[in-house]
């Protein structure tokens, strides 16, 4: 309902399909084996959980290496590269935030 009421659209895959969302899928077992299943202990509440995510995200794309990219972390990669991500790393859409200008 949430994601209906903010305007984004839901989409279904078929079950036990894994297959048909193969990068997802792969992410997502990488962040139960290197992540989740060695801080079961800090997912007391959301906010915690949240900030666990968050911190290891960042560790995912500024100082692992990753096979497919030659064993360069992706933030190194794109430096070498010289180009430039068609994603913002730090932009993100805060829900109901209010701006507050002071002078």
């Not at 509440?45 to 692992?64: F, H, M, P, S």
């Not at 990669?77 to 730090?90: A, D, F, W």
């Amino acid at each position: 309902r949430q994601l209906e009421a903010d305007g984004i659209p839901h989409l279904f895959i078929y079950p036990r399909c894994p297959q048909i969302n193969t990068f997802i899928e792969r992410y997502n077992r990488t962040i139960q084996e290197e992540c989740l299943d060695y801080h079961l202990d800090e997912l007391i509440d959301l906010k915690q959980g949240n900030r666990l995510l968050a911190d290891w995200n960042i560790y995912y794309n500024t100082k692992r290496r990753h096979h497919s990219l030659g064993l360069k972390s992706p933030i190194d990669y794109l430096i070498e590269q010289g180009g430039m991500s068609h994603k913002s790393l730090t932009y993100t859409r805060p829900r109901n935030m209010r701006v507050i200008l002071i002078k």
